[in-house]
């Protein structure tokens, strides 16, 4: 169909011939294929207007009128007229009833608010997926996360029990938040990780890439601490106390990596990362064994093959007991 003679029938220039050579067209599958395709179009425009109380701007409804107009009786193609008068008196019952129950809706109804999602995973289970705004979350075993089906507002936010890391996507406008057992993590664009370990009482952040502000939920900002790339933050939800650390902030997300790194950290540093990551207690012998420095890129094992690791590389024995460990000499 030539465009000029749709746009000439769209503005009530058309001659009755024209007319009736456009609603003929309309009648083949390419015609009902535009109308669908102009159906589709005008509906989502009229979904992400719903909040809006006027309809002027929509050309459906000047569709529906014009075609309305064009219903004219005509002596010829008497056939042809019945079909179409059919057909377009179909369209325009789908386009009304689109148009009433939109307006309907946005007149009505409150603001929607939005639709909230929790992912859970069990032990030995971890989960991976995008969140509407492009950030990628890997869920760790044992955790819950609360996500809306779509990000709106002028802030993002997720809630979290257990464990999370996080690739976020960057938006300066829109500040990315993470609630975590009591704890407020805010964020811009960046990698990090999140514990939220209820039984030890702290919320621990290790952040990868990027800039993250930590707080106890619902204290001031001025009490919120800025935590910077390799930077460790332990919140301790008691007395809001923030606890920062520089390290090897990769080694905090071994969960999913299932790698551990260590250029040159002390054997008292490495033992502190080691009891985060796997809720261990660990203990020196002697003090000398604290200053022993570890470098080290070895597969992330469970406890005890870890352990052995570290003991092989600086020749050193060790106890252990469950999740408790001390190294000997």
Same mark, same amino acid.
């Given at each position: 169909m030539n465009q000029a003679l749709l746009e000439k029938y769209y503005n009530d220039q058309c001659s009755e011939d024209e007319v009736d050579e456009v609603l003929d067209w309309f009648q083949t599958k390419e015609g009902r294929a535009y109308l669908e395709q102009q159906m589709d179009e005008e509906f989502d425009e009229l979904m992400e207007a719903e909040t809006s109380n006027s309809w002027s701007e929509v050309k459906s409804d000047k569709l529906f009128t014009r075609i309305q107009r064009s219903q004219k009786p005509r002596k010829r193609k008497k056939t042809w007229v019945a079909v179409r008068v059919a057909s377009i008196l179909l369209l325009g019952v789908m386009l009304s009833s689109l148009l009433y129950w939109s307006t309907h809706a946005a007149l009505t109804s409150e603001p929607s608010r939005p639709v909230l999602r929790s992912y859970v995973t069990e032990a030995d289970q971890q989960n991976i997926f995008t969140l509407s705004d492009g950030t990628v979350i890997r869920l760790n075993e044992e955790s819950e996360l609360t996500v809306p089906d779509k990000m709106k507002g002028n802030r993002?936010?997720?809630?979290? !029990?257990? %464990?999370?890391?996080?690739?976020?996507?960057?938006?300066?406008?829109?500040?990315?938040?993470?609630?975590?057992?009591?704890?407020?993590?805010?964020?811009?664009?960046? %990698?990090? !990780?999140?514990?939220?370990?209820?039984?030890?009482?702290?919320?621990?952040?290790?952040?990868?890439?990027g800039k993250v502000s930590l707080k106890k939920e619902g204290a001031k900002e001025s009490a919120s601490t800025l935590l910077t790339r390799n930077n460790f933050g332990l919140l301790d939800l008691d007395d809001g106390s923030i606890t920062i650390e520089q390290v090897h902030a990769a080694n905090y997300k071994s969960w999913a990596s299932n790698h551990l790194v260590y250029s040159g950290e002390s054997l008292a540093k490495v033992s502190r990362q080691l009891e985060r990551l796997y809720d261990a207690k660990i203990s020196f012998a002697t003090a000398d064994l604290k200053k022993l420095k570890l470098t080290a890129d070895f597969e992330r094992n469970n406890l005890e093959t870890t352990i052995q690791t570290i003991a092989n590389t600086f020749d050193i024995q060790y106890r252990i007991n469950g999740r408790s460990v001390t190294w000997i000499e």
């Open positions: 993002r936010s997720v809630t979290l !029990n257990g %464990e999370a890391y996080f690739d976020v996507a960057r938006d300066p406008d829109h500040p990315f938040v993470v609630y975590a057992n009591g704890s407020t993590v805010t964020v811009l664009g960046t %990698e990090f !990780n999140v514990k939220a370990d209820s039984t030890a009482g702290n919320v621990q952040v290790a952040v990868v890439e």
